[in-house]
């Protein structure tokens, strides 16, 4: 089936005084594919996320979200898109249930929180505030709000920082789920096999420049062709797994 683009950033540029942070770099992201952005601290991930996102002024160059020009209309832009909020952006008087209600107020988008919470396992919450969540229900939360305007596109910025590998792995079905009802999303992390598991393509970005981009499996082929051979695993199995096998994949987290 033909791909469609629905981000297109070209030649994009972002200097900060005289430092250039983003020098000129060229993707697409196509409709309804797990998109990540990966590359070191200080790469330039966040601040083209910021520039697409519309949150960040851009130095040059062009981007283009659903067909959307961001120079004519990044308002537009706002509207189809969902971004997690940092923990700040989370009145701390209001619980979960109020939360949503007032994010269903400000994008004119009736939700119904119940069924959001239930969605997303934090429906024994709703009467919680944000900062009595563990980690991974605060992550759950805040994909949760990304979805109140019924955005084409989300995009999470290291959802699973910090989480234990139960709450990853539950993160990571929750995020599946996201697009097979059929969201774009574009993601950072500086997890590998975090990448490998989620990700149909990624970027490989350093000192402001795309280095790779291709799926998981073709960047690993693309780098075994070229003659890398990993030494040799001896065990069946790792750490995590011997964790995981131990404590039960369930979450943990009450
Ligand atoms: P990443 O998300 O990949 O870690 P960033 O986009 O946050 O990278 O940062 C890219 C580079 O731009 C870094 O060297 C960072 O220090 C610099 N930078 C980011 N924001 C600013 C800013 N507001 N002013 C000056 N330099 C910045």
Redesign the pocket.
């Known amino acids: 089936m033909e791909k469609r683009t629905i981000i297109t950033v070209k030649d994009l540029v972002?200097q900060?005084?005289d430092?250039t942070?983003?020098k000129g770099i060229s993707f697409e992201v196509y409709e309804n594919e797990i998109f990540g952005?990966l590359?070191?601290?200080?790469?330039?991930?966040?601040?083209?996320?910021?520039i697409i996102e519309t949150l960040?002024d851009k130095t040059s160059g062009q981007v283009m979200v659903d067909g959307m020009d961001l120079d004519k209309d990044p308002n537009g832009i706002k509207k189809i898109i969902g971004v997690q909020l940092q923990s700040s952006g989370y009145y701390p008087n209001l619980n979960l249930t109020e939360l949503i209600d007032l994010f269903s107020g400000l994008y004119n988008q009736p939700v119904d929180p119940k069924e959001l919470l239930q969605r997303f396992n934090l429906e024994d919450k709703a009467t919680a505030k944000y900062k009595q969540l563990s980690g991974g229900q605060k992550q759950r939360f805040s994909i949760a709000t990304t979805l109140i305007n019924k955005p084409k596109i989300i995009f999470l910025?290291e959802p699973t920082t910090g989480l234990d590998p139960q709450a990853r792995r539950n993160l990571w079905e929750l995020i599946q789920l996201v697009r097979s009802q059929g969201t774009t999303v574009v993601i950072?992390t500086h997890y590998m096999d975090e990448a490998e598991f989620l990700c149909d393509r990624c970027a490989i970005?350093d000192k402001?420049e795309i280095i790779a981009i291709n799926s998981p499996d073709a960047l690993i082929d693309n780098l075994v062709a070229g003659g890398f051979e990993r030494q040799k695993e001896v065990k069946q199995a790792n750490l995590e797994d011997v964790f995981l096998h131990m404590t039960g994949r369930a979450l943990r987290e009450e």
């Open positions: 972002k900060y005084g430092f942070a983003v952005l590359g070191p601290n200080g790469a330039g991930k966040s601040t083209t996320l910021e960040r910025d950072t970005v402001g």
